[in-house]
């Protein structure tokens, strides 16, 4: 059996780990971590996530904090076409709809999850075997003074609302840089928010999602 990654030891460790993933296949890192390589993504939405999260050595797991909180270091996985245009919405962490009151943007776990991002994108041609699927160029990156007002205007717009009852009519279309929307395997989980006249009504699950247009500017800030 292949020894388990030691977590990374500094920021550098961390990002010489994941240069050193450019081009490998999923099938060849899986092979590594004993990982079984699923035919598709449709019901192993997580697996890259997983299979790269073993590869550098990742320690929260699903905790809501970052995948590398001694390091301060978020990792985050962007499926890319051979252009380099994002495929999907990026998932940053589950939204609060109750027990919210004093939120702010500086504690928030949208912010921590954001400080410090470590990308990777991945080859997303869905034509392509996953096992064939390549991984490509890892980048550090450190919202600017720009894009964190961004997302900071974004995040208390739909914290508004959400404090407001209005969480049911929030839409995907809303926010510059950040969207709020649904996440649940499908309409059977719910959880409690605040509903239109201050009580509480159980809606699905929402999560806080970096729109494509979005990452689309930080992949050509980075690679410009």
Not at 26 to 55: C, I, M, N, S, Y
Not at 95 to 117: D, E, Y
Not at 172 to 199: F, Y
Request: one cysteine or more.
């Amino acid at each position: 059996m292949t020894d388990k990654p030691q977590r990374p030891q500094s920021i550098d460790e961390l990002f010489q780990r994941a240069a050193a993933l450019a081009g490998r296949t999923f099938a060849d890192l899986a092979a590594e971590t004993e990982l079984k390589v699923p035919k598709d993504l449709r019901r192993d939405k997580g697996w890259v996530g997983q299979l790269l999260e073993l590869q550098l050595g990742a320690t929260a797991g699903s905790k809501p904090t970052q995948d590398f909180p001694e390091l301060g270091v978020e990792l985050k996985t962007l499926p890319v076409t051979p252009d380099g245009e994002p495929l999907e919405t990026t998932f940053v962490c589950t939204a609060p709809l109750v027990n919210i009151q004093g939120v702010q943007w500086t504690t928030s776990n949208v912010r921590n999850k954001l400080q410090q991002v470590l990308w990777l994108p991945i080859d997303g041609r869905r034509e392509v075997p996953l096992a064939e699927r390549v991984v490509g160029s890892a980048f550090l990156w450190i919202p600017s003074e720009q894009e964190e007002a961004l997302l900071r205007n974004d995040w208390e717009e739909h914290m508004d609302r959400i404090a407001l009852g209005q969480v049911e009519s929030i839409t995907a279309r809303q926010g510059e840089a950040m969207q709020i929307r649904p996440k649940a395997a499908d309409g059977s989980a719910l959880t409690e928010a605040i509903g239109p006249e201050g009580t509480i009504i159980e809606v699905r699950p929402r999560g806080f999602y970096l729109k494509k247009d979005f990452t689309r500017q930080i992949l050509q800030r980075m690679f410009m």
